[in-house]
């Protein structure tokens, strides 16, 4: 009897295990259109990760800014060489339809950590929201 419990708990949880993964590498997905493309100097790549109506929101001189992410990115990339940095996914978490991540982008002299929120919509994980800090090594 034990054994037929414990089996119908794997099968119960199984498809809500894969469901769970199925999401995870689909915000993986979307978080690494972010990376490569800020990399990469590729705004078009950047650009499909992130809602069309998405805030980035930091602190700046000690001045709190919120501006559209897509304006922002738009202006900052230029095409050019490799930017010089790596990049690390410490955690992504989701719950349904939203997810948050947390990312750790490393310069020579400088990092930024990255907290993104991302829903689900329409079918696809979109970044609606980035906050940030910049941190000095």
């Keep these: 009897m034990k ?3 414990i089996l119908f708990i794997l099968l119960t949880l199984t498809p809500v295990i894969h469901g769970q993964d199925a999401e995870r590498t689909q915000v993986e997905t979307t ?3 972010y990376l490569d493309g800020g990399t990469n100097n590729n705004f078009e790549t950047l650009k499909k990760a992130f809602h069309p ?3 980035m929101k930091f602190i700046r001189g000690g001045s709190y800014s919120d501006v559209n992410a897509l ?3 738009e202006k900052a990339i230029k095409p050019g060489p490799k930017q010089n940095r790596t990049y690390e996914v410490e955690h ?3 719950s349904g339809n939203a997810a948050s991540a947390r990312l750790r982008i490393d310069y020579p002299s400088f ?3 990255d907290y993104m929120n991302l829903l689900k919509i329409d079918g696809e994980w979109k970044i609606v929201n ?3 800090h910049r941190e000095s090594k």
Excluded: C, P
């Design 111 to 113: 990092y930024f950590i």
């Design 31 to 33: 978080v690494s259109y």
């Design 71 to 73: 304006d922002f990115f």
């Design 53 to 55: 109506e998405a805030r």
């Design 3 to 5: 054994h037929v419990i």
């Design 92 to 94: 992504i978490h989701v």
């Design 130 to 132: 980035k906050i940030f």
